[in-house]
């Protein structure tokens, strides 16, 4: 039975790693791609390390296994910032849809001044 459920984790978390891959591919810019990617990828990994463990139990492998898990689910986010940080700091643009100027008008960004520190 707890293969059954270790086999689900896994097939869960191989079907999120899929669609983040999708995902990549259909995104227009850099910030949505980067989104897909760090929660898909995430979520994908920590299913297939989730299903490692519940199949091997409180062994060696299921102790690296909460290992990476806690490492993933601590840096995902904290680089995925770092890269969208640097990503409006070089100035790439997010993308817009033509059209909806009408829906959403423009407003000032603001800007990063490292003169005033």
């Known amino acids: 039975m707890t293969e059954v459920i270790a086999y689900i984790f896994m097939s869960i978390g191989l079907c999120f790693v899929f669609l983040g891959c999708l995902g990549l591919l259909r995104m227009p810019d850099v910030y949505c791609r980067l989104q897909v990617s760090t929660k898909c990828v995430t979520l994908g990994t920590g299913g297939v390390l989730l299903g490692a463990l519940i199949m091997t139990g409180f062994s060696a492998i299921g102790v690296q ?28 643009k997010v993308w817009e849809k033509p059209g909806d100027e009408k829906l959403y008008p423009a407003k000032p960004r603001p800007t990063v001044d490292s003169d005033k520190e």
């Open 65 to 92: 296994a909460i290992v990476c898990l806690v490492f993933l689910f601590l840096n995902s986010p904290t680089s995925a910032h770092a890269l969208a940080r640097a990503a409006e700091i070089s100035g790439i």
